[in-house]
């Protein structure tokens, strides 16, 4: 579990290719001494957040869900308004979604994912290939796979949080706020961190009558409401 040979991560800047002014603090997880774990524990929760039930978040796996999300509901949107349905788009993205989430909220929202797994998808752990990292439903059936239940991957993010250490200039420093770009267990985290409210925009939406299509992917968001 615990490699001696590994290290904490050195930070680096990655410079975005739309802005060449502005960076990524890239946080590479490669050497860590709990790398293992880790890599095991982010497919598994990956696989649980792809699983969410309909209606508890705008999350997207894969871009190519993008198209399928959006035909979806035009359709459920003609069926409810009629053929003379029009659409309003708002397009942007969710700032600073690593770097500043709260630590206590990623916390809260990973047990709120993992309830919604257990209740909606009727989900109680997952098999993951150590090599491939191949996942599947239900108990591991063969060498080589890890049986991760829904209560580790829990445990495992709260410990990450609070042991973020990195390397900064021969110190030894803590990251207090958001999950590190370069980890396996941060998608997973920054993900779900933002589905409670999208849960409560749906509802609030569906209560107001008028059909919507809700896609993120990432901190790529797109909201269309239909009138």
Known sequence: VWDDRGSFPVPYVLPKSKNLAKGRPIVPYTLHYLRRVYRVIGAAHSFAVARLPEGASFNIMRTSD????????????????????????????????????????IDAAVIWGLDQNKHGARLKSVAVDRRSRATHKGRAWGLGFSDVALERI??????????????????????????????????PKAMVTCSPPEEEWIQTATRAGLPFICVRYMDDVAVFVGF
């Open 154 to 187: 829990a445990e495992v993010s709260e410990f990450d949080n609070q042991f973020m250490f990195v390397w900064i200039k021969g110190c030894l420093a803590r990251q207090v706020h958001g999950c590190p770009m370069g980890s396996n267990l941060s998608p």
């Open 66 to 105: 993008f198209a399928m999300r959006v035909q979806q509901g035009v359709q459920e949107g003609k069926k409810q308004i009629g053929e003379g349905l029009a659409w309003k788009c708002t397009m942007g993205d969710v700032s600073n979604m690593y770097t500043e989430l709260d630590h206590r909220a």
